[in-house]
């Protein structure tokens, strides 16, 4: 596959491991995983004549580690690693004792998205089970994923802070920091700063409902 066939299919296995299982009529498991043939079967991937080779070759080419694989009594399963607005339980998610383990935690946004959340309050998980933040800028050592690389706003949290208020932070297995807030949010009374780039030629795309 070249690039564009690899981010397309990929496009649809998060809609599907994050999003639609329900309504594919796929069984997910409590960690997440869900059947790699299960998925092959439906309808809506047939378009891109996937295989589970092609599947595997997204995954292991993935720069941002958004899936996981493994064989479970010879059969072949796929989870995404974050990112559900399905139940998922058992996502096998470090809950973070300690906040000094990550000095820097964010969110990254752009001007349009900036002002919704100051109108609010606050970071929304919006549709999502989680508010996503990441430990650092994209392209920063050791950021693999949290932040897309077009945002032109960063929302600094304090994290000790807000676990000091009782609210519980993760870290999923690729590294992104994830928290429900309270009631969904996480109040900008947590922030720390706002920092705004020089460069604001990709402002006008909304990170949190494009980034997949």
């Known amino acids: 596959m070249n690039s564009k066939q690899r981010t397309e299919l990929s496009r649809a296995l998060s809609r599907m491991l994050r999003h639609n299982a329900a309504n594919e009529g796929l069984a997910v498991r409590s960690d997440g995983y869900i059947s790699v043939a299960a998925i092959l079967a439906r309808p809506k991937l047939k378009k891109f004549q996937a295989t589970q080779a092609k599947i595997e070759e997204v995954v292991a080419l993935d720069n941002k580690s958004r899936y996981a694989m493994q064989q479970i009594d010879g059969v072949l399963f796929i989870r995404a690693n974050q990112g559900h607005s399905i139940q998922v339980d058992d996502l096998e998610l470090e809950k973070i004792q300690d906040a000094t383990r990550f000095p820097v935690v964010l969110h990254g946004t752009n001007e349009t998205a900036l002002k919704l959340i100051q109108e609010s309050g606050g970071l929304s998980k919006m549709k999502r089970n989680h508010i996503h933040l990441a430990t650092g800028k994209f392209g920063d050592e050791g950021v693999t994923s949290g932040v897309r690389k077009d945002c032109t706003v960063f929302i600094y949290v304090d994290m000790a802070k807000a676990m000091a208020d009782g609210i519980l932070f993760y870290k999923s297995a690729n590294g992104v920091i994830l928290t429900a807030g309270i ?25 949190s409902k494009k980034d997949f």
Do not use: H, M, R, W
């Not at 996480?186 to 030629?201: I, N, P, R």
């Open 183 to 207: 009631d969904g949010i996480l109040a900008d009374k947590y922030f720390s700063k706002v920092e705004q780039s020089e460069d604001k030629s990709t402002n006008e795309a909304e990170p």
